[in-house]
Nanobody, 124 residues
Framework: QVQLVESGGGSVQAGDSLRLSCVVS????????MAWFRQAPGKEREFVAV????????HYADSVKGRFTISRDNAKSTIYLQMNSLTSEDTAVYYC?????????????????WGQGTQVTVTS
């Protein structure tokens, strides 16, 4: 059974930075594509970023491109999301997930395991 635990969220001001982490257990991390999604109040969960198992390809939502960076440490079974120049539009609960096939796509239908999420609140 795969388990994902997100951390690193908090309350910050616009323009600040945060770094989220997601630790994965269950033995399939090294072969899986990993992704971040987020869900704002009253909205559907949306794609943020994805990374392949070897970190040779990343893809971002247009809304975060140039501000957010996804990375992973396979030795620690952990992925990260470095978030810079935060705005109030980034306020949401952030979730990590994985695609065991290793294919890095932004479609939420491919992701079935979720952590509890970590809250990010940005005030202007």
């Amino acid at each position: 059974q795969v388990q994902l635990v997100e951390s690193g969220g908090g309350s910050v001001q616009a323009g600040d930075s945060l770094r989220l982490s997601c630790v994965v257990s269950g033995g399939i991390f090294s072969s899986a594509a990993m992704a971040w999604f987020r869900q704002a109040p009253g909205k559907e969960r949306e794609f943020v970023a994805v990374i392949t198992k070897n970190s040779d390809y990343t893809h971002y939502a247009d809304s975060v491109k140039g501000r957010f960076t996804i990375s992973r440490d396979n030795a620690k079974s952990t992925i990260y999301l470095q978030m810079n120049s935060l705005t109030s539009e980034d306020t949401a609960v952030y979730y990590c997930s994985l695609d065991p096939s290793g294919v890095a796509l932004p479609w939420i239908e491919r992701y079935h395991d979720w952590g509890q999420g970590t809250q990010v609140t940005v005030t202007s």
